[in-house]
C-alpha cells in the first residue's frame, strides 16, 4: 500500500504564492539597502551613469544608439584595470572569438600579441609560413596587406591574418634592429612538429646528440601543444636508450600553450610531490599542480635554454626546473606572460568579458606575469649563466639558423662540435654556453660559470635607449598623422574632380 500525497487546494496555492513574493521582495529589498550602505554605492553609482545616459539622449546634438553608449561604457570599464589581456566582447567580436577557437588553424602561424598599440611577433613557429617567409620574434607588424595596424585589437589582427590554405597576405615589419620589411606569405595549414634537433638528418628527420662522444643531447621544443608531451617521451626514451649523459632543452622563442603539456613535461624530471606551478586569484580557488611518480629523467643533468620570447608555457616549465634545483637555466630573463582568463557571457550571452581571474606563480612564489612598471617578472636564468643577445646579435643568430637548414655547415665540420665553433659558425652565444655548462658538469661534477650575473644582466636600460625608444614611439605618431593628411587631401582631389 503506498502512502497518497496530501491534495493541495487552491488556498494553500494562492498562501504559498504569497508567501514566496514576500520572500523574494525581502530579497531584492536587503540586496539594494546593502548596495545603497556601501561607500559610494552602487546603485547610486549606476544612477550616475544612467543620469548621463538619459543627458545623452535628450541634449546631445544628434541622436546616439544605446548599445553604442553600452560597449564603449563597458569597454572603458574594463580598460581602467590596465590589464591588455581583459576585455569586452560586443556580440559580433564575441562570434569571431568563438570562430576563431573553434576553427582550424590555418594562417601564417605564429604567436602574437599587442605591444604599444602595435601588433607584434612573439615568435614564429619553426616551419611555418611565417618563419619560411622572414619573419622574426620581436617584429613588429606596421601594416597587413597596406592597412596600418595601429591601434589594431588581437581578434582583428588575427582574422587578418588567417585565411584559406594557399592565399597569400602582406605584411610590412620592423624587425628589432630598426630595419622595416614587406613580406608576403603563402598561408597554410599549420602542422608543425614539437620536437627538433640541432640539425636534420637525410630522411628529414633530426640529429639529436650535440656531442656524440660525451652523449649530450640536445632538443628544442618549438610548443606546447596537444602531441608535445608524447613527442617528447618517446625521443627522450630514445636519447636514453642510445646512452645521454645530459641533456640542452631548447625552450627560446617558444611562445607556450597549454598548460596541461607543460605540467606533464615538468613532471619528466621532477620526482614525486614537488610543486611545479600554482594559480592565485582574489575569488578564484588557489590551485597548485605537482610532480607525480612517472618522473622519466630524474637526475640527468639538464640545462634549459631561455630568451625574452620564451613565455607562457615555457615559463612554467623553467621556472618548475629551476626552483626545484633540477636544472642550469641559461639565456635572459624570459617574456612574462602568466595570467589565467576566464570568458563570462553578459545578459543573454550574446555578449561577453574575459576577465584576468588568478596569475600563475613559479614553486619559489614569484608571479611570472608582467604588469606595467613591473621590476619583478618571468624567470631569470640561474646565477651567473645570464647570456644577454642583443637585437642585432639575435637577428644574425636566426638568420644563420634560417640558412643552415639550407646550407648545412656541420657537412665541413672537422672535429667534435665545440662552444667555439657554435659561437663562430652558428653565432649562437646561448647554445654556445649551455654546451659549455654541460660538459663542465660531465667534467667536474658542477655548472661552470657560463654567463653574467643577474645585476649586470638587468642594468637598467641607458637614458638613450630610453630616450631611441621613445622616439620611435613619436615617429609612429607622426607616421599615422601624415597618413590621415594624404587621405584627407585625396579626398579634396576627388571632390573637385567630381565638381568639374
Partial sequence: MTNRPPQIGRTHRQVGMIALLAVIIALIGNVAAFAWLRPYGILRDLGVLAEAR?????????????????????????????????EYFSAEELARFNEHVGGAFTGIGAEIDIHENRLRIVAPLDDSPAWNSGVLPGDIVLEIDGEDTWGIDIFDAMARLKGKAGTNVTIKVRHRDGSTEDITITRAKIEVASVRGYRRDPGNGFHYLLDPDQKIAYVRLTQ???????????????????????????????????????????????????????TQGRAEQASTATSTAKTLLPDLPLVVLVNENSASASEIVAGALLDNGRALIVGTRTFGKGSVQQLLPLGDGSSAIKLTTAYWYIPSGRMIHRKPDAEQWGVDPSPNSFVPMDAEAVLAMLLKRREAEADDPYAQLDGPITPQWLRENLLDDQLAAALQAAQGRLADGDWPTVGVGRAEALAEPTEEETLTRRKQELLDMVEQIDEQIEALKADESRGEAERE
Fill in 54 to 86: 538619459e543627458q545623452i539622449h535628450n541634449r546631445y546634438v544628434t541622436d546616439t544608439e544605446d548599445q553604442v553608449l553600452i560597449d564603449a561604457a563597458l569597454e572603458g570599464m574594463l580598460d581602467a584595470l590596465g590589464d591588455q589581456n581583459t
Fill in 224 to 278: 606546447f601543444g596537444e602531441k608535445s608531451y608524447d613527442e617528447l617521451d618517446d625521443r627522450l626514451k630514445a636519447l636514453r636508450d642510445e646512452g645521454m649523459q645530459a641533456l640542452i632543452l631548447d625552450l627560446r622563442n617558444n611562445g607556450g600553450g597549454l598548460l596541461d603539456a607543460a605540467v606533464a613535461i615538468s613532471d619528466l624530471f621532477l620526482t614525486e610531490g614537488q610543486t611545479i606551478v600554482s
